[in-house]
């Protein structure tokens, strides 16, 4: 079957260069990410239609919420699950228990991914430079620019490395399922919280995700091809995690039940 095809493609489908394939399907989901993420910018930018829909929704939310301070205060406390102050020690701890246990290169991954996309997400928010939202009833206080989410952002990287890095503890397909759609409702969870309490525009809060999804995205496929590169076997990250052969370590250092 692979005879007929051309030799590019047929070299990319043996064993030892499998990670070029995987390489070149790294290019492809990231630009399918990042054309919606250009075209949300574009609307920042350019004070498009997307601009009027952010303002009338912040607008309408703030209005709601701002007569619950039962919701307020729940929302601050589903936002606070995002922010950099609680990021720093979760990741921190981890990074620390992979290191102990002889995992470094998840040390590694969790680091770069995490530091590394701290940094972009700032970048980007200082050269597009959109203020926040001004709404009638202000029920939150937040600084820094508004696009992209910051916690948005933070809480699909983030949550969605460690996330990548312990599902091998977790013995059942059943169980992994259930962590991977966790995650998904904590980072909704949060991304929201950011929206209804008015400090956030939509728009920042669906780019803060597409560009938080590139960038996992690309780390997931730099380490695929750091474990290419040292003979490991290709793996799927969403049913087995990054490092699959750290299963035992990872479960055997857990305290007992």
Request: hydrophobic share 50%.
């Amino acid at each position: 079957m692979r005879a007929g095809l051309p030799l590019a493609i047929r070299r990319r489908l043996v064993p030892n260069e499998r990670y070029g394939l995987r390489a070149a399907l790294l290019g492809v989901a990231v630009v399918l990410v990042a054309v919606p993420f250009a075209s949300l910018l574009f609307q920042v930018i350019s004070k498009g239609a997307l601009t009027r829909i952010d303002g009338e929704l912040a607008d309408g939310l703030n209005e709601v919420v701002h007569r619950s301070p039962a919701s307020v205060t729940a929302l601050e406390i589903i936002s606070f699950f995002g922010r950099p102050i609680w990021f720093f020690p979760l990741v921190g701890a981890v990074a620390y228990w992979m290191w102990r246990i002889g995992r470094r290169r998840l040390t590694a991954f969790l680091i770069v991914t995490c530091l590394g996309g701290g940094i972009v997400n700032s970048a980007v928010k200082i050269l597009v430079d959109r203020p926040r939202p001004i709404v009638d009833h202000p029920v939150h206080t937040a600084f820094g620019k508004s696009f992209p989410s910051g916690h948005s952002f933070g809480s699909v990287v983030c949550y969605g490395a460690l996330l990548l890095v312990l599902l091998p503890t977790l013995q059942s397909r059943r169980a992994r399922r259930g962590a991977v759609v966790a995650v998904v409702a904590l980072c909704l969870a949060i991304g929201s919280s950011r929206l209804l309490l008015g400090v956030h525009f939509l728009s920042d809060v669906i780019a803060g995700f597409v560009l938080a999804l590139a960038w996992l995205t690309g780390a997931v496929a730099v380490f695929e091809v750091w474990r290419t590169e040292e003979g490991r076997r290709p793996i799927d990250p969403l049913a087995e995690g990054v490092e699959p052969e750290a299963a035992a370590d990872l479960r055997e250092s857990l305290p007992a039940s």
